[in-house]
């Protein structure tokens, strides 16, 4: 797995040069006399400079040690069932929040994903799969009650406005 801690390093280092780029453009506010130690970008800057750090020690601990095998590792990692997996949770993820929400209400947002979670873990990418029929009703009753308690839950104890 040395392979895939070096590319981690590098979108790491990637990813911590954006923050720090960020976070010194970010607006200072010292028309509002804001004291320096204050600024918005102060505490990006900082997180950011963590992870270049973070970033260049993986990268250099993942280029000095030996990898026999370590592209043909990386391919069967990434094509493994576990990978898989992992991908259909980030894109599940990505059209819960960058298609769903905003676009239909929220609770009804919540309660797709969630049928649609449960549906694809438990149908289709389970080992065993269990019958359509046995995961349908759990499935329609649990985005019900998650859609309701969640958008409950935050409108009325965190009195937050949802979209």
Same mark, same amino acid.
């Given at each position: /797995? ?5 590319? /981690? ?16 453009? /970010? ?20 997180? =950011? ?5 973070? =970033?260049?020690?993986l990268a250099i601990r993942s280029l000095r040690l030996p990898a026999p095998n ?13 990978? =898989? ?55 329609? =009753?649990?985005?019900?009650a998650t859609a309701g308690i969640v958008t409950f839950v935050f409108e009325r ?7």
């Amino acid at each position: /797995m040395t392979r895939a801690d070096l590319l /981690m390093a590098i979108v790491f280092i990637i990813l911590s040069a954006a923050v720090l780029y960020g976070s010194w453009t /970010m607006d200072r506010l010292e028309v509002r006399r804001i004291h320096p130690m204050t600024v918005p970008g102060l505490v990006p800057g900082m997180l =950011g400079a963590a992870l270049l750090v973070c =970033g260049i020690v993986l990268a250099i601990r993942s280029l000095r040690l030996p990898a026999p095998n370590g592209w043909a590792d990386l391919a069967a990692a990434i094509t493994s069932g576990a990978a =898989g997996r992992a991908a259909a949770v980030l894109a599940l993820a990505l059209v819960y929040t960058l298609v769903l929400v905003g676009r239909v209400p929220f609770w009804l947002a919540t309660g797709l994903f969630v049928f649609a979670f449960i549906l694809l873990f438990e149908v289709w990418l389970a080992t065993p799969r269990r019958a359509l029929r046995q995961s349908l009703p759990w499935a329609i =009753g649990l985005a019900i009650a998650t859609a309701g308690i969640v958008t409950f839950v935050f409108e009325r104890a965190f009195l937050v406005r949802l979209p």
